[in-house]
């Protein structure tokens, strides 16, 4: 088996553009559900036996952002499947749990097609990078979704996955930790309040305890933790405090510190990782336990 690319390196492939190193999807716009954003492109890596599958959710705040059209070539030499899905954003008009459904929605298509495709359902790793990642983060703390006695096919299929790997991505949205522990220029960021329906981050703090906070944690992984969640990799740039901006603050390493304290509490699997800093576990090691099932 070929060596993984790493999590990072992968991401820059994937993309919206198209190079003479770029390859289209094996399967492109597939719907995954009723909405009009519930769509996927597949990648399928040529295999005697079911293999793994790295899905992908864009970012963009929940506000914008696109699934990638395109990768590169070497996606096909990785030893495990790809997929990057499109969900409904606040761009169109959409507010949560619109967002957090179609992830849920898009890993019980997954698995619904896993014998089609030569999926290997117990080895699906989700990652992301900002929105993408919180929402991957809330997949894999989330129990099961599964609806058994739907009359959907679709629905019936479990959503838990066998690991998570993010990068910059937000483990709460409580503007009150946020402000106490990355700092005050994070509560600019539109993420924090317009994919709730909230104009501005005053309203959603003075209605916060009556209307919004059981509304906003729903969708983190804070929220959902617990011992028998699969293992989750966080990569942030830094954690300096406080924020310098919203774009510094939306992304901060706190949030992936935060998560990490009430992992420890609860039993789960967290690693965190800084840039420039030797991580406990390798994000190569990781994804190979994940997606290949070699050990860390």
């Known amino acids: 088996m070929k060596a993984l690319l790493t999590l990072g390196f992968l991401l820059s492939l994937i993309s919206i553009g198209y190079t ?61 499947h790809t997929a990057s899905i499109n969900y409904p954003i606040v761009k169109y008009g959409y507010i949560q749990p619109a967002m957090a459904n179609s992830a849920a929605r898009a890993i019980q298509f997954i698995r619904y097609k896993a014998k089609e495709w030569n999926i290997d359902p117990n080895k699906i790793l989700v990652t992301g990078g900002s929105a993408g990642g919180a929402s991957s983060m809330w997949l894999g703390a989330h129990d099961d979704m599964a609806d058994p006695n739907s009359d959907d096919p679709i629905a ?89 901006d919203a774009g510094h603050g939306i992304h901060h390493g706190i949030f992936g510190l935060i998560l990490k304290e009430k992992a420890d509490k609860v039993g789960a699997k967290v690693y965190v990782q800084f840039e420039g800093r030797t991580p406990e576990v390798s994000l190569h090691k990781f994804m190979e336990s994940i997606l290949i099932g070699k050990k860390k």
């Open 20 to 80: 003479e190193d770029t390859v289209q999807p094996t399967h492109k716009d597939v719907k995954y559900g009723p909405h009009e954003r519930n769509n996927l492109n597949f990648w399928q890596v040529k295999s005697y036996k079911p293999l793994g599958i790295l899905v992908h959710i864009h970012g963009g705040g929940w506000i914008g952002g696109e699934k990638a059209a395109t990768q590169h070539k070497n996606v096909f030499k990785n030893g495990y």
């Open 156 to 244: 019936r299929q479990s959503t838990r996955v066998a690991g998570v790997s993010i990068g910059g991505g937000q483990t709460t949205l409580d503007p009150f930790l946020i402000e106490k522990r990355i700092g005050s220029e994070t509560l600019k960021h539109s993420m924090l309040f317009k994919p709730f329906g909230v104009e501005n981050i005053a309203e959603l703090k003075k209605n916060w305890e009556s209307k919004y906070k059981k509304f906003s944690n729903k969708y983190t992984a804070l929220q959902h933790i617990s011992k028998d969640d699969p293992p989750i990799f966080l990569r942030y740039k830094d954690a300096e405090f406080p924020a310098r």
